[in-house]
């Protein structure tokens, strides 16, 4: 009744029919694009240097896969579970009451932050010059020995030659895991920070010890500023690997490709080939940071749970606004 | 020879002395600002003593040195004969370990101005957690009180929310719960009800006069008037880091002797 009244007072107004602006930059720029996209494949395709089917046949051989599943993939995922570990250890150090713990936890961070990651692999690369056997025992053994007139005393339990263990494998891990470690650190020390005081506070005043408040209450609500961060350092590590060339670490992709690059003279179709790999690793790390992220970015915890916020919010806000508009 | 006879806390137990709290000449500086100057308080086993002042006079610095998140400079606290923080020995206070501080907090329950609930558990995870991480209790015993707790406070119905998912007044009774599972003998309020919108305000009041009915004793900072009138058993008036007025809440808020006193109870009012 009431509506019909309405129309035939006041007409449906026609549609808009305007015309759209013009972008003709927009046109321009896709045309240069193409010309250059097409000069690009040109090359790929003309250009003998690439040499294509010698890449093809090569990248997939058993030392290239075992490279790139040991060297890069095992490395990658070893090198970040000692990072994160030593690093969340070392962020509760700079946070820790203890001048001493903080002061080392200090030195730590400044030390494997200020030197390269490739300068830091090439030292570790050759440590053994400074040690033939690493042993483990009491310090300074000889040293308190001549202070007792002992000559030569040797209180060791073990040992083993350096080559031993630090192997190209270890050295590299070594390496990239304490360099990470410094790394995380600041990343979890933010992220400790993130939290409110009031959760300390309410967690000491019931009691809790340092270690149980930071495990159970601060850093599982540190993580959503934690986690989105590591996933940039894991992505970083993998490519990071590569660097592993100078230790050197011969179980590894690019030192592989290198390799064979070399031996074969093809150096250019090797180094493609390196490029359309660590292009393939680092897009599947992409697609699993997104989810992460994605998956905390939202809120607290798991995504239902925020969604479930949302809607009560929207269901208040919704309430209100019907109550206002009944008065 | 009195040093080794004598027990490491020299205040009699609350069982003898009937105090729950005893403060002495308590004095308080962040750096330069002196916060309490000398507070003396007593607050006997059973009372609700409540704690009333301008902003910025020293109540939440007073409650948190009673569980020890604030180090004192001077003076005493003693909670059930217990000396707070320190350890009195030939002559001599020696700082507590950690430890032993969490394990003096154990029987001191606080709620707060913002409810500080873990974000990340659900209300009765909140609860049950104190009880199973501290004072290791069997999961099935401190679920089964928080249950008991949580329905007391009448949130029966809201166990598995979680805070956001909680209305301010919902969340401070969690808190409140969250607190008294770990069966304190003292518990301390900071304003719990000044960060709430004022419909919410009466249901945490009702859980604070039901607890006060049950004989735990408290200490309550507050601005509310009508809760210090009705239930508090003492009225402790606080302004720039002292006490300037004491008494019965009614007497107090009926015929206040000092001016500060007047002039506070008539803005609040
Ligand atoms: N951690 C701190 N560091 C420095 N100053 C503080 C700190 N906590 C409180 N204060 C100061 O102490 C004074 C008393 O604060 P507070 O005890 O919170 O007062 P009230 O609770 O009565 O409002 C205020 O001036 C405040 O700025
Ligand atoms: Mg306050």
Known sequence: MASEEVTTVRARPEPIRAVPVRHPGRWITVAVLAVLAAMFVHVLVTNKAFNWSFMVDKMFRPPIIEGLLRGTVLMTVVAMVIGVALGVLVAIMRLSDNPILRAVGWLYTWFFRAVPRLVLLAVFGNIGILWSRIEFGVPFDTQLGQLFGIDNLQLRLFGFSSRDILTGFMAGLLGLALSEAAYMAEIVRAGIQSVDGGQTEAAQALGMSRGQLLRRVVLPQAMRVIIPPTGNETIAMLKDTSLLLYVPVSVELFFQLDAVGKRTFQIFPMYVAACLWYLFLTSILLVGQYFLERHFGKGYGPAGRARLRLRTIAAEQGGGGQGTAGV | ?269
């Open chain 2, 1 to 269: 020879m009195s040093e080794l006879t004598v027990p490491a806390q020299a205040g009699a137990p609350a069982a003898e002395s009937g105090l729950m709290v005893q403060a002495e000449q308590v004095h308080k500086s962040f750096g330069h600002l002196e916060v309490l100057k000398g507070i003396d308080l007593e607050v006997r086993s059973g009372e609700v003593c409540c704690l009333l002042g301008p902003s910025g006079s020293g109540k939440s610095t007073f409650l948190r040195c009673i569980n020890h998140l604030e180090k004192i400079n001077a003076g005493r606290i003693r909670v059930d004969g217990e000396l707070i923080g320190y350890r009195e020995h030939g002559g001599k206070l020696h700082e507590l370990r950690q430890k032993e501080v969490a394990a003096q907090r154990r029987s001191i329950g606080m709620v707060f101005q913002r409810f500080n609930l873990f974000p990340h558990m659900t209300a009765l995870e909140n609860v049950i957690e104190a009880p199973v991480r501290v004072k290791r209790e069997s999961k099935a015993e401190a679920r089964e009180r928080a249950e008991a707790l949580l329905a007391r406070v009448g949130l029966g119905d809201k166990m598995g929310n979680y805070p956001g998912q909680l209305s301010g007044g919902q969340q401070q009774r969690v808190a409140i719960a969250r607190a008294l599972a770990m069966q304190p003998k003292l518990m301390l309020f900071d304003e719990p009800t000044s960060a709430l919108d004022p419909e919410l305000v009466g249901e945490v009041l009702d859980v604070m006069k039901d607890l006060a009915r049950d004989g735990m004793t408290m200490i309550v900072v507050t601005h509310e008037i009508g809760f210090a009138r009705e239930v508090g058993d003492s009225l402790v008036f606080m302004d720039g880091g002292v006490v300037v007025e004491q008494g019965n809440p009614r007497e107090v808020i009926a015929n206040p002797q000092h001016d500060r006193t007047k002039a506070f109870l008539a803005k609040v009012l």
